[in-house]
């Protein structure tokens, strides 16, 4: 089992970054794909990226790619989100989660929310324009 707790998150002007973290608790951490996820005000959960648990492979929504980055380091127990660009739309509440899926499994990268197992208490992004 993994504990997850989000923070970096706040208010930005429009065209502004953020960097996101997500640091984990157990021993465990390496070995789990992990995304980050976002939802706004009155919508659904939204995906945002996912990264595998070695780093080696990342996924991203159409509308982040190019401006979001999602990184890992397992030395620190901590995946990251740096944000660029930032657009009023991007307000939302940020959650990261690992994907609990083990051994080959892992080879898929998932975007629905269902497939993760661990969440964080998620963090405030607020982008005003």
């Known amino acids: 089992q993994v504990q997850l707790v989000e923070s970096g998150g706040g208010l930005v002007q429009a065209g502004g970054s953020l960097r996101l973290s997500c640091a984990a608790s157990?021993?465990?951490?390496?070995?789990?794909?992990m995304g980050w996820f976002r939802q706004a005000p009155g919508k659904e959960r939204e995906f945002v990226a996912a990264?595998?648990?070695?780093?080696?492979?990342?996924y991203y929504a159409d509308s982040m790619k190019g401006r979001f980055t999602i990184s890992k380091d397992n030395a620190e127990n901590t995946v990251y989100l740096q944000m660029n660009s930032l657009k009023p739309e991007d307000t939302a509440v940020y959650y990261c989660?690992?994907?609990?899926?083990?051994?080959?499994?892992?080879?898929?990268?998932?975007?629905?929310?269902?497939?993760?197992?661990?969440w964080g208490q998620g963090t405030q992004v607020t982008v005003s324009s």
């Open positions: 157990g021993r465990t951490f390496s070995t789990y794909n």
């Open positions: 990264i595998s648990w070695n780093g080696g492979n990342t």
């Open positions: 989660a690992a994907d609990g899926r083990r051994g080959m499994q892992r080879i898929s990268l998932r975007v629905l929310s269902r497939d993760y197992d661990y």
